[in-house]
C-alpha cells in the first residue's frame, strides 16, 4: 500500500506539507466536497487566513466571504471558533492529543484522526466513507456500514492495519485507494495493490458492496420569499432562525415563510404584516421561481418583489442595496432570489412569474 501511494498520490496542495492548520483547513473544507471544487478555495482561504492566528483574529463577515460558494457554511463558524480555543489554550498550535484536537468545535473522530497522524506522525487510524469502503470489500462485510456497531468494529480494523511508523501516509494511501481504485462503483481490482487480500473480490461480489444505505425520504418544502424594494434600490434581511436557518445556512437571508404551495403570495402577505407591518394592501409581484436541495430537503423557492415606501425598521435587520447582493457572503438561495430579483428590475414583466431559474 505505501509504495503504491508512493508512486500514485495525487499531488495536492495540502499533500506538500505538514503544517497541521493546512491539513486541517483541507480535510475540513473536503467533506462534502470534491478535491478538485476545494483546491482555489483553499489557495485563497490561505492566502487570506495564512495561519491559525490570523484567522482566529479575522472579521467572521470575511471568513464567511473567503467560503462563499463552498456551502455548509457552519464547518466555516466552526474552524474560527476551534481557532480561537487554539489560540486561547494551545497558544496557537494545534493540539497533538487526539482528545484535546476532539473537543474542538468541528473536529471529530475523522479529522482529529486525520490531522494528528499527517501532521504529527500520530498513530490514529482514519475510518471515512472510502475507507469503510475498502475494508468493507477486503473483509466481504454486508450490511449497512454506518450502523453504529458496524463502524465501530471498522474503526477498530482500520486502527489494527494501521503501519505504525508511518501513520499518515497509511491513512491516506487508504483513502487515496478508496477514492481512485476501490471506488462506489466499478472498482478497478485489476490495478489494486491489495487485490490477493481481498476476500470480496475472491467471492466476486466487489461490486455489490457496501450494501446500499437507506436513503431518507426526500421532504418537498415551498418557501415565499420577500424582497423588499425601497424608492432607493434598498433591500432588507435578516439573520434566519430555527429550523429556516439550516436552508439559508444560517446567513443573512430574505424574511421568508415555509408554506404549503397553495397561494404562497397571500401566506407570505399576511406574515410581513403581522411580523413588518407591511401594508396589507402592498403588492407582491411574482418572481422567478427556482429549486434548491438541502440534504434531504427539496426546496422550491417562490420570491416575491414588494415596493415599500420605507423599509421596515426592524430590529436585527440589515439594509443593503439589491445590487450588492451578488457580492455578499449568502446562501446559494438567496442568491437565487436575489438574482430573480435583480432580474425583474433589469427587464420588467408586468404581473406574470417570471422563468424557473435554477
Ligand atoms: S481488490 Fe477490488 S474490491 Fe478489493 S480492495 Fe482492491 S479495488 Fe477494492
Not at 418583489?305 to 421596515?312: D, I, Q, S, Y
Amino acid at each position: 500500500m505505501l509504495s503504491w501511494f508512493a508512486k500514485r498520490r495525487r499531488d495536492l496542495p495540502w499533500r506538500r506539507t505538514r503544517d497541521p492548520y493546512h491539513i486541517w483547513l483541507s480535510e475540513i473544507m473536503l467533506q462534502q466536497t470534491r478535491v478538485a471544487a476545494v483546491i482555489p478555495y483553499y489557495e485563497r482561504f490561505l492566502e487570506n487566513f495564512p495561519d491559525v492566528r490570523a484567522l482566529a483574529r479575522a472579521n467572521i463577515d470575511r471568513v464567511l466571504a473567503s467560503w462563499s460558494g463552498l456551502g455548509y457554511y457552519s464547518r466555516a463558524r466552526n474552524l474560527q471558533r476551534a481557532a480561537k480555543e487554539i489560540v486561547a489554550r494551545h497558544e496557537g498550535d494545534f493540539p497533538r492529543e487526539y482528545e484535546a484536537a476532539l473537543a474542538l468545535p468541528g473536529i471529530g473522530r475523522y479529522t482529529s484522526a486525520a490531522v494528528l497522524s499527517i501532521a504529527y506522525g500520530a498513530p490514529h487510524a482514519v475510518l471515512d466513507g472510502n475507507v469503510a469502503r475498502v475494508l468493507a470489500r477486503l473483509g466481504a462485510l454486508h450490511g449497512e456500514l454506518r450502523a453504529p456497531a458496524t463502524w465501530r468494529k471498522l474503526e477498530a480494523t482500520a486502527q489494527n492495519l494501521l503501519v505504525r511508523n508511518a501513520p499518515g501516509d497509511w491513512n491516506q494511501a487508504m483513502m487515496e485507494l478508496g477514492a481512485t481504485v476501490c471506488t462506489p462503483k466499478s472498482p478497478r481490482c485489476g490495478e489494486c495493490p491489495v487485490a490477493k487480500s481481498c476476500r470480496a473480490l475472491e467471492l466476486g461480489i466487489a461490486g455489490e458492496l457496501p450494501s446500499a444505505r437507506k436513503k431518507r425520504a426526500t421532504v418537498k418544502v415551498t418557501l415565499a420569499a420577500a424582497v423588499l424594494l425601497d424608492p432607493r434600490g434598498r433591500t432588507m434581511l435578516m439573520r434566519p432562525r430555527g429550523e429556516e436557518g439550516v436552508l439559508f445556512s444560517r446567513l443573512w437571508q430574505f424574511p421568508a415563510l415555509e408554506t404549503t404551495g397553495v397561494d404562497a403570495g397571500a401566506a407570505l402577505a399576511g406574515h410581513m404584516h403581522e411580523k413588518f407591518g407591511v401594508a396589507l394592501n402592498a403588492s407582491f409581484t411574482p418572481l422567478a421561481t427556482a429549486r434548491h436541495a438541502v440534504t434531504f430537503r427539496n426546496i422550491r423557492l417562490e420570491p416575491f418583489l414588494v415596493r415599500v415606501a420605507r423599509l421596515p425598521c426592524t430590529k436585527g435587520a440589515r439594509v443593503v442595496p439589491l445590487g450588492q447582493l451578488r457580492r455578499m457572503s449568502v446562501s446559494n438561495a438567496t442568491q437565487k432570489i436575489a438574482t430573480a430579483a435583480i432580474a425583474h428590475e433589469e427587464k420588467p414583466v408586468s404581473g406574470a412569474r417570471g422563468k424557473s431559474i435554477s
